[in-house]
């Protein structure tokens, strides 16, 4: 079992920025694939970022690339997500989760993690 509790999120205006924090507890090892998620109205949930602890590797989607940094303190059993340039369409309901599953991979696909938490709000005004 894992629980993933969100916070962090808000309303900014377009080009400022928000940290997203993710705090993890249960199993949480160096196999444990970690993700931001984002939903916005009306939208299929998608992958954000993937931080796979074993080895340190992150993958983000293309549209924020550059903008956004995923990353995680262990001693904390925290992930984090540090969002720069922010644009309107950012603005999203944004999840953390987690992939404790066999076998151990990573990658930014929904159907991947099993599990979320409850999710914060994002919002990026013009």
């Known amino acids: 079992q894992v629980q993933l509790v969100e916070s962090g999120g808000g309303s900014v205006q377009a080009g400022g920025s928000l940290r997203l924090s993710c705090a993890a507890s249960?199993?949480?090892?160096?196999?444990?694939?970690l993700g931001w998620f984002r939903q916005a109205a009306g939208k299929e949930r998608e992958g954000v970022a993937v931080l796979y602890p074993g080895t340190g590797g992150t993958i983000y989607v293309d549209s924020v690339k550059g903008r956004f940094t995923i990353s995680q303190d262990n001693a904390k059993n925290a992930l984090y997500l540090e969002m720069n340039s922010l644009k309107p369409e950012d603005t999203a309901v944004y999840y953390c989760?987690?992939?404790?599953?066999?076998?151990?991979?990573?990658?930014?696909?929904?159907?991947?993690?099993?599990?979320w938490g409850q999710g914060t709000q994002v919002i990026v005004s013009a």
């Open positions: 249960g199993y949480i090892s160096s196999r444990t694939c």
């Open positions: 989760a987690a992939r404790v599953s066999w076998p151990p991979r990573c990658r930014t696909d929904v159907t991947d993690f099993g599990y």
